[in-house]
């Protein structure tokens, strides 16, 4: 009777040191809170501090603006700055084709390029300046193999201007297009 006393009064703290070692072992292990009893309430849909509740418009609003719309604060009525914000990385600041982007498209991944007029990107050769208009637009709408399409980045409005750009300034070197 006496060891069985004994043997308990060493394994009953022997049981509970292997319980607290095993909940901190658990714990410590586990996300930013010592047992995944707690919900990390910042993570919830539901919670989100000190935000005003966002209130939606009516279906039937229509934005008026007087009697013309607002004019865009950026440059973005300049075909070279269009230019400069969407084409330089592959084609270059010159239009010859020695972008960043292309760069490095042809060295980490084997892109070639050739001289058929769309699917080389320097501007200033002899084949991208024998295609129309048309033919311009087209490849900035539609895209062509690696170049993406621009026709739902840009408007109408801003095409023209990357097109009066590139045909102006990068293929005919007119100073006054390059504005």
């Known amino acids: 009777m006496t060891r069985i006393k004994l043997m308990r009064g060493r394994l009953l703290p ?64 300049s075909g070279k ?30 892109y070639q390029t050739t001289d058929a007029p769309l699917l080389n990107p320097n501007l200033t050769s002899e084949a991208a300046k024998g295609l129309d208009r048309d033919g311009l637009r087209g490849a900035v709408t539609g895209g062509v193999n690696v170049m993406p399409p621009f026709a739902k980045l840009l408007t109408e409005d801003q095409i023209e201007l990357v097109l009066d750009y590139v045909e102006g300034c990068i293929q005919d070197g007119n100073q006054a297009a390059c504005q």
């Open 81 to 110: 700055h269009i230019f400069e914000t969407n084409c330089v990385m592959c084609h270059g600041v010159t239009g010859q084709g020695d972008g960043q982007v292309l760069g490095r498209m042809i060295v980490d991944y084997g």
């Open 14 to 77: 022997l049981v509970g040191l292997a319980i607290v070692a095993g909940l901190l072992a658990v714990g410590c292990s586990q996300g930013s809170y010592p047992l995944d009893i707690f919900y990390e309430m910042h993570y919830q849909p539901s919670y989100k501090a000190h935000e005003p509740p966002r209130l939606s418009p009516p279906a039937s609003a229509v934005p008026w603006y007087g009697s013309t719309p607002p004019q865009p604060t950026s440059f973005a009525g």
